[in-house]
Structures are given as C-alpha cells and as structure tokens.
C-alpha cells in the first residue's frame, strides 16, 4: 500500500530527510547530546525503558533522542531494537528486599516500619515554573554535607490486627514463569503474564483506567502499603560452571498497595485486606502505583467474583494497555487506504438505491 504514495522512494528518502533536519532544529543551539538526555531528562528515560521492555540507559536515551522527545515512539525503537538481540538466559528473580534505597515510603502506618525516606520527590514541591532553569545554570550545587541528616524512627508495625488480616504481597513463584516476550497473551491470563503486560503497558492508560475503579466504577480506595525506589543487584545462573554470579545493578520501583475486601461472609472467604503488587524499570512511581490497582481489580475472577466495571476485565486492560500495539494501529490510518474507502462507498451507494427503491415501491 505505501508504494501508491507519490513519488515512491524518492518521496520517502526525501521526508527522511526533512524529518532529520526537523529533528536537529536550530542549527544555532547546541545539539543535545544522548548523555545529557539520559543525566536530566531521567523519567523519560525510565519510561521508555519500562515500556520498551528493556533497561538499557543509553539506548532509551537514544531513542528518545531520535523520537524527539515523543515516549511511545521511543519505547517502539527500542522494543523494536530488543527484538534483535539474541536471548542469553533469564536471570534469577529479583530480592528486593536487599534494595539500596534512594526513596521510601508507607503511608498506611504514622510510624511506618523502617521510617520513611522522602527522597528526590515533587510530591512536596509548590509546582511553580522555575525561571532560573531557562539560563545557564550557574548555581552551586549542594553538596551530599548540605543535606540534613534524617532521623529514621525506629520500626514499628503500629498494627498486629492489619498484619493478621493480610494475605500474601505476591503468590510463590511457579516452576515456569509465563514470557510475553516470546508468546502473545492468551486468556484467562495467570497473574505473572498480567503484571508482565501491566509492567510495560502504556502509562498514561494505566493511569486512567485505574483511576476509573477509584472514582466512578468500583470507588475502592486502596493504601499505600510501601513504595520503594532503589538498587538491586541482578544475578544470572551460569550453567558451564554451576554458579549464580552477580551480573550488574538497576535502579527499580517497587510498590504495594493494600484494599479491603468483605468477601462472601463465610470462613472460606472471611473479609480481609489483599494487595496488589507493581514494579517498574527506573524511577517510575505512577506507573508502579498504577500497576498496583489494576493487578487488585483484575484477581476478581481468582477471589470468586465476577467483573462488573472496565478495570476489572483483564481482557479489556490487557489488550488496549500495549503502547506499542495501540500506536502501530492508530497510525496506520495514515496509510493509503482508497480500496477500502472505494469498497465501503459503493456499499453506502448500494444501501441508498435500495432505500430509493424501496420508498417508491411504498408509494405505488
């Protein structure tokens, strides 16, 4: 179907062209480097490793780059770039629980377990325009000695009725771990494969169809249980010498969120908390909450339940969440597509002859 666009090749080299210069800019200003993109422009970055399904910095600087700053196409160079590479094994799953963090935070309890670590955060900032951030910066920055020491408060669970009505934070981990990788989701979906397409989905999706369970469908508010950002260390099993050898640290964000379920009254299904469980690649908060609401609202059909609202049907989430997927067919309409309109005109001109007919045949 392309080759019916005007000029053909010629055309298509000519717009690759125009779309690089477009990309450049003012040949005046500096041109922006992939190094500063990945240092300064961190979320975005995040992001499109998180949807790209693949932690490479540089690369998803690169792609965000080349994309000019636009993410879903971003995470499509990069996903596109994954699939590529050849597969040299699967690593063992990750032990959060030796995270270094660089952010902490539970707001379920006033002491929380641990304290909490504010962190690098806008959640406490006034969201006002920074002028000074048009210049060149000149500032000194402040030094780690600038920083005030915080006082951890020491643990306390605050809660042993909470801790006796909760369930586990995720299920024990299955001999065989579902790829979405390597096979297109079927249905009913485990709980594995959900979070697997929730982790890369699209985040401005999740964002909103989980907000539709908080405000007009289902109105569950949950709790934040924990959300950690931090340093873990990724270890790969390496068969020729029968070792698990530690291959490299990346920076994740791991969040809990806890909700009240009534259940069906009887001792089999008493009421009791459950919780739902995101982790992210990077810095990527709203996406790992968002993670969080959407894998408690589709685990329905495993408490019993049936679904009643959009959130809760994991083929409605599941099949529109994929970035990449939703991008490739809403752009396709760009394409030539004058059979298909030719087609759908002479069916339209075919139904309206009949209604014609049809009428005078009334009026005889």
């Known amino acids: 179907m392309p080759s019916a666009i005007k000029g053909g090749e010629k055309a298509i080299a000519a717009t690759h062209k125009l779309l690089a210069k477009q990309r450049r800019g003012d040949p005046r200003i500096p041109e922006l480097r992939v190094d500063s993109i990945r240092e300064q422009l961190g979320f975005a970055v995040d992001r499109v490793m998180t949807e790209g399904s693949l932690y490479a910095p540089d690369l998803a600087a690169l792609a965000v780059k080349q994309a000019q700053g636009d993410l879903v196409e971003a995470a499509y160079l990069l996903r596109a770039y994954r699939a590529t590479l050849p597969r040299v094994g699967a690593c063992e799953p990750l032990d959060t629980t030796g995270m270094t963090f660089q952010r902490k935070l539970a707001t379920t309890f006033k002491n929380a377990p641990g304290g909490n670590i504010l962190g690098a955060t806008y959640d406490w900032t006034h969201r006002l325009l920074d002028f000074s951030l048009m210049g060149e910066s000149d500032a000194e920055e402040r030094s780690d000695e600038d920083v005030d020491d915080v006082e951890t408060p020491p643990d306390d669970v605050s809660s042993p009725i909470f801790s006796r009505f909760m369930e586990g934070v995720v299920p024990p981990i299955a001999d065989e771990v579902a790829d979405l990788t390597q096979k297109p989701i079927s249905f009913p979906a485990s709980r594995d494969l959900r979070l697997q397409a929730l982790a890369r989905g699209d985040e401005g999706f999740a964002t909103g169809v989980a ?128 059979v298909d309109f030719q087609a759908d005109s002479l069916s339209i001109a075919e139904f309206r002859e009949g209604l014609v007919e049809a009428e005078d045949e009334s009026d005889e």
Not at 295 to 317: H, I, K, S, W
């Open 211 to 338: 907000y539709s369970s908080i405000r007009g469908f289902g109105r569950s508010h949950a709790f934040l249980s924990d959300l950690r950002i931090g340093d873990v260390t990724v270890y790969l099993e390496i068969p020729e010498i029968g070792e698990t050898v530690a291959i490299g640290e990346i920076v994740v964000t791991e969040s809990t969120l806890v909700t009240k379920r009534v259940g069906s009254g009887t001792p089999d299904d008493p009421p009791r908390f459950i919780k739902g469980y995101g982790l992210t690649f990077g810095k990527n908060e709203r996406k790992a909450i968002s993670m969080c609401i959407l894998d408690l609202t589709m685990r329905l059909r495993e408490l019993g339940d049936e679904p009643r609202y959009p959130a809760q049907d994991e083929e409605f989430v599941l099949l529109h969440l994929d970035s990449v997927d939703a991008s490739g067919l809403i752009q396709h309409f760009k394409l030539p597509h004058w």
